[in-house]
T-cell receptor, first 111, second 116 residues
Framework: SQTIHQWPATLVQPVGSPLSLECTVEGTSNPNLYWYRQAAGRGLQLLFYSVGIGQISSEVPQNLSASRPQDRQFILSSKKLLLSDSGFYLC??????????FGPGTRLTVL | LAKTTQPISMDSYEGQEVNITCSHNNIATNDYITWYQQFPSQGPRFIIQGYKTKVTNEVASLFIPADRKSSTLSLPRVSLSDTAVYYCLVGDMYPTFSGGYQKVTFGIGTKLQVIP
């Protein structure tokens, strides 16, 4: 069966510090991968999606970036965090003709 | 992308049937309708998906009228553990461009509160 991992589960970072969140998928190949952010009491905002290694598309301009160094690995990064980057970050994967499967999420608090 | 509209919140007593309706007036021919459930501090979880008419699984039923401009998620005999946010999504399950990328948009969902 397919499994999606995210780490860390929670993170508290000061403003201006770097960020690296990792997402890995098991049990599938060539998944489409997604990064979402959910602010408190809000819906899910699509940040990035990737259809393959090295292929990243950004949905919204921001100080975040994403990379896909391996088929089943998706990384969300920032060089300098802002207060507004706080939120719940979710990684998801999908295959064509199937639904999206979400990871457990990372709770990021920027102080 | 087809935009969806659903109630922001709903309350229901335990044991009752809950129906949550979602409007998607601009749904495209290739779009499927998918419902997710999300508990606090967890990722959304797939509940049910359909294209037309009625779909039923062990968790819920999904009713889709002929014009497909709306859909209704039906949860039979809800319990306290069904308290969650429910999202209605519309998207192309078999995109023929962008390498098979499927793009769906999550709204704010419907917050269901089940009352004892």
């Amino acid at each position: 069966s397919q499994t999606i991992h995210q780490w860390p589960a929670t993170l508290v970072q000061p403003v201006g510090s770097p960020l690296s969140l990792e997402c890995t998928v098991e049990g599938t190949s060539n998944p489409n991968l997604y990064w979402y952010r959910q602010a408190a009491g809000r819906g899910l905002q699509l940040l990035f999606y990737s259809v393959g290694i090295g292929q990243i598309s950004s949905e919204v301009p921001q100080n975040l970036s994403a990379s896909r160094p391996q088929d089943r690995q998706f990384i969300l990064s920032s060089k300098k965090l802002l207060l507004s980057d706080s939120g719940f970050y979710l990684c998801a994967w999908i295959r064509v003709g199937d639904t999206q499967y979400f990871g457990p999420g990372t709770r990021l608090t920027v102080l | 992308l087809a935009k969806t509209t659903q109630p922001i919140s709903m309350d229901s007593y335990e044991g009752q049937e809950v129906n949550i309706t979602c409007s998607h007036n601009n749904i495209a021919t290739n779009d499927y309708i998918t419902w997710y459930q999300q508990f606090p501090s967890q990722g959304p979880r797939f509940i049910i998906q359909g294209y037309k008419t009625k779909v039923t699984n062990e968790v819920a039923s999904l009713f889709i009228p002929a014009d497909r401009k709306s859909s209704t998620l039906s949860l039979p005999r809800v319990s306290l553990s069904d308290t969650a946010v429910y999202y209605c999504l519309v998207g192309d399950m078999y995109p023929t461009f962008s390498g098979g990328y499927q793009k769906v948009t999550f709204g704010i969902g419907t917050k269901l509160q089940v009352i004892p």
